[in-house]
């Protein structure tokens, strides 16, 4: 997707379609104030007639080819301006981007940003136009043996109209901002989305180098024999089922000042959980690919970091293998040691995420680092729990937990505490 700021008229603009927003109770913004007049009045006769109502979410296309340089204006409903919080808008937003996909339209006007949101200002409302319809496109059909037709005219850029030349700055870095989210958000998901026959570790070792490439990362790959020089006991333990050479996959970014201390990421990798000895039912088996997504999740943040060259530093640890039943495969009662030097008895061998990133977490220290956050698909029972609306959160420290609940609220991507009890 390719952003273009301007400044000016909207009503001027010559695109596919123009994007203008609408209050409940039909109150119009700047810019559909600004249509309006070009148009001969055509939203007020739109509203008097009962078409328009300003609801949440409510689109509605209409061709003005005659009255405007935009064949089509689509109008979206913003609800009650004094309830608009960043939850609603992105809500708003995405029912937008839904709708210009399903025109036909290559390029769109979209002024939905003039919209006032409790505590966002232009830059975090231009932020989330631009995620929303980065994402908004998102199919993973790249495996596919027959293309969509429809693809080969998806919306491929959007114009952002400003009303003062002076929110220019501010605009095109929060279009920076949003575009470096968005391509990490959509790593990750290409990454979860691949099967388990394509993304195994040797290819998310691969993916780590590409990255390396092309951004400002060190990336090294720890084998299965260094990591055995290493005592990694426990993650060893689980890749003996598997014919696929297991990985750890150790991404740095160094953006920060040379000696300030990191931040470890550590994303669980199992690029097919088939639960070793300790079998998983049959039934929805194949979602086990995604067992992967904390370690797809490590590789969007710092896709994400290096591309928005954020002074931190930032270190990516990715235990990957595969969990897979053989005659050398963890046995329930099975005990193992790891890196640490703890052992550890295997009562069933579908509890291997712990068994991989524990040993992850130990190599992490030798960074020294400032905060560890592990990222994993380690149970279902969590989700049993909190359901699709949050992520599980542990921690024994309060000021990190307390940073990761305000960047899940300000993100939209919500994480719930959860005691640590002992």
């Not at 993916?207 to 084998?223: C, D, E, F, G, P």
């Not at 750890?248 to 639960?275: C, N, Q, W």
């Not at 067992?291 to 270190?315: H, Q, R, W, Y």
């Amino acid at each position: 997707m390719k952003y273009t700021i301007t400044t000016g008229d909207c009503a001027d603009i010559s695109t596919d379609c123009l994007v203008v927003g609408v209050y409940a109770g039909s109150k119009l913004t700047p810019s559909a104030v600004a249509v309006d007049q070009a148009a001969g009045g055509l939203l007020k006769r739109l509203v008097k007639r009962g078409d328009i109502e300003g609801a949440s979410g409510h689109t509605l296309l209409v061709p003005c080819e005659d009255a405007l340089r935009a064949p089509r204006l689509l109008v979206v409903g913003l609800g009650d301006a004094n309830q608009l919080d960043a939850d609603e808008f992105l809500a708003v937003v995405r029912s937008a981007a839904a709708a210009l996909q399903r025109t036909g339209a290559t390029n769109a006007a979209v002024t939905l940003a003039e919209a006032e949101v409790k505590q966002r200002d232009l830059g975090g409302r231009t932020r989330i136009i631009v995620e929303a319809f980065a994402l908004s496109g998102y199919r993973f059909d790249q495996l596919k043996s027959k293309k969509s037709k429809s693809r080969n005219r998806a919306l491929s850029k959007i114009i952002l109209p400003l009303q003062r030349k002076h929110s220019v700055a501010a605009v095109r870095r929060s279009v920076r901002e949003g575009e470096a989210i968005s391509s990490g958000v959509q790593l990750a998901r290409d990454l979860a989305n691949l099967p388990g026959n394509i993304c195994t570790p040797s290819y998310l070792a691969e993916q780590a180098r590409k990255l390396q490439r092309s951004h400002q990362l060190k990336v090294s790959i720890l084998s299965e024999p260094q990591m055995r020089s290493l005592k990694m006991g426990s993650l060893l333990s689980v890749t003996r089922g598997s014919r696929e050479p297991a990985k750890l996959i150790i991404m740095e970014y160094r953006g920060g000042a040379k000696h300030s201390p990191p931040v470890a990421l550590v994303g669980k990798g199992l690029t097919f959980d088939a639960g070793g000895i300790s079998l998983k039912p049959a039934g929805k088996m194949d979602e086990m690919k995604y067992d992967m997504c904390g370690g797809a999740s490590v590789f969007g943040a710092l896709l994400a970091t290096a591309e928005l060259k954020l002074p931190l530093n930032v270190i990516g640890i990715v235990p990957s293998c595969e969990n897979l039943p053989d005659g050398a495969a963890n046995k329930p009662g099975d005990i193992v040691k790891s890196m640490s030097g703890q052992t550890i008895e295997i009562l069933n061998t579908d509890a291997e995420g712990r068994l991989i990133l524990c040993d992850a977490l130990t190599y992490a220290k030798r960074f020294k680092p400032d905060a560890v956050i592990d990222i994993a698909t380690l149970t279902g029972a969590c989700v049993i729990a909190l359901g699709d609306p949050a992520s599980g959160l542990f921690s024994n420290n309060e000021q990190l937990a307390k940073a990761l609940l305000e960047a899940g609220e300000s993100s939209g991507d919500r994480a719930w505490r959860l005691p640590l009890w002992k």
